[in-house]
């Protein structure tokens, strides 16, 4: 009788700890464990109708993240002279809750205290969380319309001393630039935002997300040139520089890393991508495609479920002269654009290429070697991904094998202009004016 009982209680354990292991394998930015604190302005020049849309604007940006006490809480400040908690943190589970709380918020009216209010989030809203060492994000949204009637930079200094991101948004022409540029983190281009009014701050909404997004699911920096991007060097994630032999690479400057069938590029998931794939990102891979690479069909990086399902996978196929582009969808297990026009068929032809694949939420468009071949439109929405696979490079399609090809870079940007400023001038012939 112990003994079964031992042995059920057992059982019970282990049918727990599935669950836990169950619940958090697909991850995103909706999965993000964030402490996301709005700080809005409520002062006089803002108005009724205007603080309705601003309120709006905070329900829209919050719509992509999964809010309860395992991903994200939600605080919400308003101010004006002084600071007032309209939502306290992790009070509320649940989007529709926090939708109706961010809804019901009354307008204040008075002064423009910015200063006092960021430091009211810092020194009270933050510690308030109930989970201060597990958090992993702690981000400050500052919306404002007018120039503050205190001092901002104290309080932003404190910010940033206390690891809070802070995110500045300016409404209208009085805000000025500069005051914006030191309330946010640095740099500016990526943590200031402007709308022109309240009515045109929906056009911002999609910059908004995607840079929370970006913040939540992007912890890494991949220096380039003069800025640091955020996003996933695989050559070292991978440990591709480790397992393979160096070479020359498009340039005497470049190195190069040549892959051999008994080369294994293999990596759980969640130790490369550990918080998933934000919405938007850029895929850059300079690569030279010799012998049976340029024939055989092969994922040059696939992100695999537990089970074998392609969570995202970029396929070549040298026999069609194709690239293939594979993602999650909510309807179906996977959803994947083909790019297979003329423009690609260099690619296979033994030199050295760079193929960059710019991914949105519902469009991907192929590029070689700076040139863009197509835009192929996504038809289902996409699904976080599940991290507790695989992740692999240059292996044969539907097998283990590995397809020996020579890598220069394999990155995965997750800002989607990095498409724009990252050149293929490292291919010679490219840059050659
Ligand atoms: C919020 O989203 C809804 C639906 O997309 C849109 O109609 C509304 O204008 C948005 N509000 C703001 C202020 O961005």
């Not at 991007?229 to 393979?244: A, D, P, S, V």
Request: charged share 20%; aromatic share 8%; proline share 3%.
């Amino acid at each position: 009788m112990a003994w079964t009982l031992r042995s059920l209680t057992m059982l019970l354990f282990l049918a727990y700890l599935q669950a836990i292991e169950e619940e958090d394998i697909r991850a995103g930015c909706s999965t993000a464990v964030n402490d996301l604190v709005y700080i809005i302005d409520g002062s006089w020049s803002v108005g009724q109708s205007d603080f309705k849309k601003a309120k709006s604007w905070l329900v829209n940006i919050t719509s992509g993240f999964d809010i309860s006490s395992h991903y994200s809480q939600v605080a919400v400040v308003q101010y004006s002279d002084t600071p007032r908690l309209e939502i306290p943190l992790g009070k509320h589970h649940g989007g529709p809750d926090l939708i109706q709380a961010i809804e019901g918020i009354s307008y204040l009216g008075g002064n423009t205290q910015t200063g006092r209010a960021i430091k009211f989030a810092v020194d009270h809203v933050f510690p308030s969380s109930q989970r201060t060492s597990t958090v992993k994000n702690r981000i400050a949204v500052v919306v404002t319309d007018g120039k503050s009637q205190d001092d901002v930079v104290d309080a932003s200094v404190e910010a940033r001393a206390q690891g809070v991101i802070v995110f500045a948004v300016g409404v209208g022409t009085e805000i000025t630039t500069s005051e914006l540029m030191s309330i946010a983190n640095k740099p500016g281009g990526t943590y200031v935002l402007y709308a022109e009014d309240y009515a045109n701050i929906d056009r911002i909404r999609d910059s908004m997300e995607q840079r929370l997004c970006e913040e939540s699911v992007c912890p890494t920096r991949i220096p380039v040139a003069s800025r640091d991007e955020k996003g996933f060097e695989l050559i070292l994630g991978m440990n591709i520089h480790q397992k393979t032999k160096k070479i020359q690479g498009s340039l005497v400057s470049e190195t190069a890393f040549s892959l051999t069938t008994s080369t294994d590029i293999t990596e759980n998931t969640r130790e490369i991508f550990p918080e998933g794939l934000p919405p938007s990102y850029v895929f850059v891979a300079t690569v030279r495609l010799k012998g049976s690479a340029k024939q055989d069909k092969f994922d040059l990086l696939r992100i695999l479920s537990k089970d074998g399902v392609t969570q995202a996978a970029v396929t070549l196929n040298g026999a069609y002269k194709s690239v293939t582009f594979t993602t999650t969808s909510t309807t179906n297990e996977e959803q994947l654009v083909t790019f297979n026009v003329h423009g690609i068929g260099s690619f296979f032809d033994e030199g050295w290429h760079q193929l960059k694949l710019l991914v949105r939420p519902r469009q991907v468009t192929g590029f070689l070697d700076d040139e863009e071949i197509q835009e192929v439109a996504l038809l289902e929405p996409v699904e976080p991904i599940y991290i507790n696979g695989k992740t692999q490079v240059a292996k044969k399609f539907g097998a283990e094998t590995t397809v020996p090809v020579e890598i220069q870079k394999l990155r995965l940007y997750c800002d989607p202009h990095q498409s724009e400023r990252e050149t293929a001038c490292e291919i010679y012939s490219v840059c050659l004016h």
